[in-house]
């Protein structure tokens, strides 16, 4: 499960909300008194937020639920602008100069293990890298290094106010920033030597690194185009998208997915993005003001040895005239190839099918062996099936096939104590136009004149099909995007 997090100026008397992950629902809000600059989550799911001086507090940290678990007093009338935690729950912050302090560390309960004077009147950014080091960069233009216990470790200079900071698997380092020379946006290796420097033309205000080491850039509007940019390791540009004013802050999730959030739009402040940079849902999240940060959290999705399933009592498959059959919605996942067809346990799994493009499929596993990953790989000339069906309560299923795609990548990740794997399938599927009454409808928005549904999921839907949206209206569907998790399954198609 993915929650968001977003923060920014009073709305509706609250600084800071959590949202579920499909953006309309509201989990919980909370009232600092005055505007949040920033969010950040520890790995115990403890939220810390900044921002201006309020009721003698500038930090305050959450519970995952909302309740204050304590607050810090950083300087009077001094905001504090960014936060991070580091793996062992201590608590980085960094805010406008008080009494020559701009940064410190806090331990797990609040109290101060160091503090700085540094980035001259302000300190706009902190980030750490896994070994706890401390990255800070501000007001005078230069990134600063610094161990653990505070000890500076080195630095580089930007020439420029530096407004965001953030560390990739490796330990690279990239900072944004006023621009300076035609450069608003550098990566710099773990020597904090500079490896390449991007113009986004004005002012790049936040920078994250997603799961893959891709590197997104948020900021000012550039040449009245755009504002966000993802970036390849290698600095090749993936792809450019526009909020229409100033954003002010972004992050990924785990499936690569964009969160953007900034000035208040028409009715949007913060946006979502597939890892392609197709937008997802506009309007997503309205925060109402300007929102200046923006975080999600994931939840570990216990795996589920066969398969994928979804309490909801929702119809599975048409039988003549008679009712609808209904039960537990039931995934499943199958590689074909090799010496044989095998299962693939499924935690979560995308999808993203277009009118005259491959169809593309995501799986995420969570039950992760040696025996799995090899028989993965001698199945490399197979096929990735997704299946939909329900299952009843004598655990007899009744299943159909939703989508499939040949085999393209697998990607395994091991922790200490915990792995996953991921597969990817991409490939070109036949399909016969038909008509499909969509159900489930809960958001019809249109953008630029093309709507864009969320509904419950089609087993039957393909892309070329027209949706039959109630009301005698209809469009044609040319693209489906579905995200399933062991909480939730949602589908969004789009006629353009």
């Known amino acids: 499960m993915i929650t968001v997090y977003v923060c920014g100026a009073v709305n509706l008397s609250v600084q800071f909300r959590s949202y579920a992950w499909d953006g309309a629902t509201i989990n919980w809000g909370y009232s600092h ?3 949040l600059y920033g969010i950040a989550i520890a790995p115990d799911n403890r939220i810390a937020i900044c921002g201006e001086y309020y009721g003698q507090v500038g930090v305050r940290v959450l519970s995952e639920t909302g309740a204050q678990l304590w607050s810090f007093i950083h300087g009077a009338t001094s905001p504090v602008r960014a936060v991070a935690f580091d793996s062992s729950g201590n608590l980085i912050i960094g805010g406008d100069s008080s009494s020559g302090t701009t940064l410190r560390k806090l331990d797990y309960d609040g109290n101060v293990v160091w503090s700085k004077s540094a980035n001259g009147a302000r300190t706009r950014c902190v980030a750490v890298d896994s070994s706890g080091r401390v990255y800070a960069g501000g007001a005078d233009g230069v990134l600063r290094r610094y161990l653990s216990d505070g000890t500076t470790s080195s630095t580089y200079t930007h020439n420029a106010e530096i407004y965001g900071v953030s560390v990739d698997s490796s330990d690279n380092v990239y900072l944004g920033g006023v621009r300076y020379s035609s450069n608003s946006t550098r990566k710099l290796n773990s020597s904090m030597s500079l490896q390449w420097s991007k113009d986004h033309g004005n002012t790049v205000y936040a920078v994250a690194v997603d799961g893959d080491d891709n590197l997104i ?3 000012a509007v550039a040449s ?13 540009l993936s792809w450019s998208a526009n909020h229409g004013d100033i954003v002010y802050g972004c992050c990924t999730d785990i499936a690569g997915n964009v969160y953007t959030t900034g000035v208040r739009i028409g009715s949007t402040t913060t946006r979502r993005y597939l890892p392609d940079g197709t937008l997802t849902v506009d309007p997503w999240i309205d925060w109402g003001a300007t929102s200046y940060g923006v975080q999600v959290r994931w939840d570990a999705i216990p795996s589920i040895p066969l398969g994928l399933g979804l309490a909801a009592p929702q119809p599975l498959r048409e039988i003549g005239n008679a009712a609808l059959l209904t039960g537990f919605i039931i995934y499943r996942c199958y590689l074909t190839g090799g010496s044989g067809t095998i299962e693939i346990p499924i935690s979560s799994f995308q999808s993203r099918r277009r009118v005259n493009s491959p169809t593309w499929i995501s799986v995420v596993s969570q039950a992760v062996t040696d025996t799995m990953v090899s028989d993965i790989n001698a199945r490399t000339s197979g096929q990735l099936i997704i299946k939909r069906g329900v299952k009843y309560p004598d655990d007899t299923e009744q299943l159909d096939e939703l989508m499939r795609a040949d085999f393209e990548s697998l990607r ?4 200490a104590t915990s792995a996953s794997l991921s597969i990817d399938g991409r490939g070109t599927e036949t399909t016969t136009a ?4 969509l159900q489930g409808i809960s958001y019809r928005p249109t953008t630029g004149g093309a709507r864009r549904v969320r509904c419950a999921v089609d087993t039957y839907l393909q892309p070329g099909d027209t949706a039959d949206l109630g009301g005698a209206e209809t469009m044609p569907v040319a693209e489906i995007v579905i995200w399933v998790s062991t909480t939730h399954a949602t589908m969004e198609v789009a006629e353009t």
């Open 224 to 236: 009245s185009t755009y504002t966000t940019r993802k970036y390849a390791p290698d600095g090749t």
């Open 33 to 35: 008194g005055a505007t």
């Open 217 to 219: 850039t948020a900021g």
């Open 434 to 437: 038909k008509t499909r009454i």
């Open 412 to 415: 395994v990740d091991k922790g």
